[in-house]
Nanobody, 122 residues
């Protein structure tokens, strides 16, 4: 059974940093592209970033480019999202997802976690 479990979300002040983690089980992580998405209240889920199965390629939404960094540790079945210079508009539930095709479309991803809440206060 595939499981993705996010953690690390909390309340943080604007300008602060957070590191989100995604623990995976039931999959051979090295065979999957991993992405992070987010959903703010009243808005649709949106793409944040993606990393290729081996970790050599990444892609970021313009809204987070230069502030967020995705990384992965295939040996330990973990994916991370380092978020710096946080803004109130980054407030959302953050989800990690696993798929077979590198891209930003949510439809490309087969497995999803339950999400972790990030709240950035001004």
């Amino acid at each position: 059974q595939v499981q993705l479990v996010e953690s690390g979300g909390r309340l943080v002040q604007a300008g602060g940093s957070l590191r989100l983690s995604c623990a995976t089980s039931g999959v051979t992580l090295s065979g999957y592209v991993m992405g992070w998405f987010r959903q703010a209240p009243g808005k649709e889920r949106e793409f944040v970033t993606v990393i290729s199965s081996g970790g050599s390629n990444t892609y970021y939404a313009n809204s987070v480019k230069g502030r967020f960094t995705i990384s992965r540790d295939n040996a330990n079945n973990m994916v991370y999202l380092q978020m710096n210079s946080l803004k109130p508009e980054d407030t959302a539930v953050y989800y990690c997802a696993a798929g077979r095709v590198f891209g930003a479309a949510a439809s490309r991803y087969d497995y999803w976690g339950e999400g972790t809440q990030v709240t950035v206060s001004s």
